[in-house]
């Protein structure tokens, strides 16, 4: 497995409040992703990264905002949380943009 | 719209048991192909992928896929299911150009043993 991990795995937290989760990675990767798993749905890309500060949006990013300070880690954070925004939260990361490898993700639920 | 549409969204086999998932995708030019799966639990991995060459492509654990450019199709086969096969199935197409991936809805696959 690549070496991804994603913190917290689990979060409880209340409409209103800021949450920001992590995505680390060991295996130097340029290209950095953040999608959210919802039934029906597949996966919804939020924010990618394509290089050390350098990120762009993906079709689901409202209310969502990123930043990668350091190839290693992407954040991703929710100003506001709300209660659409329960989903499980997957990382992934991709060398020359290739096939993916992802986090063992992070269940949020927004009460 | 670039998309990815899966057929299925539920399907349940027996044992031993054929399968065909159907993923069809709309983009507008070259792609690259992939499946992916995600075991009960787990995170999605790489089951193949299609970039180049040979429309049929064969991955792990006896699956195979084929691309059928006319039909903008890559569907996902395996001619024997095992109880251990349960799991949602995801299929995703990239620009060649580029670097984001789409998805589609997925097939969640149930096997009886």
């Known amino acids: 497995d690549a070496g991804i991990t994603q913190s917290p795995r689990h979060k409880v937290t209340e409409t209103g409040t800021p949450v920001t989760l992590r995505c680390h990675q060991t295996e130097n990767h340029r290209y950095m992703y953040w999608y959210r798993q919802d039934p029906g749905h597949g996966l919804r890309l939020i924010h990618y990264s394509y290089g050390v500060k350098d990120t762009d949006k993906g079709e689901v990013s409202d209310g969502y905002s990123v930043s990668r300070s350091k190839t290693e880690d992407f954040l991703l954070t929710l100003e506001s949380a709300t209660s659409s925004q329960t989903s499980v939260y997957f990382c992934?990361?991709?060398?020359?943009?290739?096939?993916?490898?992802f986090g063992p993700g992070t269940r949020l639920t927004v009460t | 719209a670039q998309s990815v549409s899966q057929h299925n969204h539920h399907v349940i086999l027996s044992e031993a048991a054929s399968l065909e998932l159907g993923c069809n995708y709309s983009?507008?030019?070259?792609?690259?192909l992939f499946w992916y799966v995600q075991y009960p639990g787990q995170h999605l991995q790489l089951l193949l992928k299609y970039f180049s060459g040979d429309p049929l492509v064969k991955g792990i654990k006896g699956f195979e896929a084929e691309f059928i450019k006319s039909k903008f199709s890559f569907n996902l086969r395996k001619p024997s299911v095992q109880w251990s096969d349960t799991a949602e199935y995801f299929c995703a197409v990239k620009g060649t150009g580029g670097f984001k991936t789409i998805f589609g809805a997925g097939t969640r696959l149930f096997v009886k043993a």
């Open positions: 992934a990361i991709s060398e020359g943009g290739y096939e993916q490898y």
């Open positions: 983009y507008g030019g070259t792609v690259n």
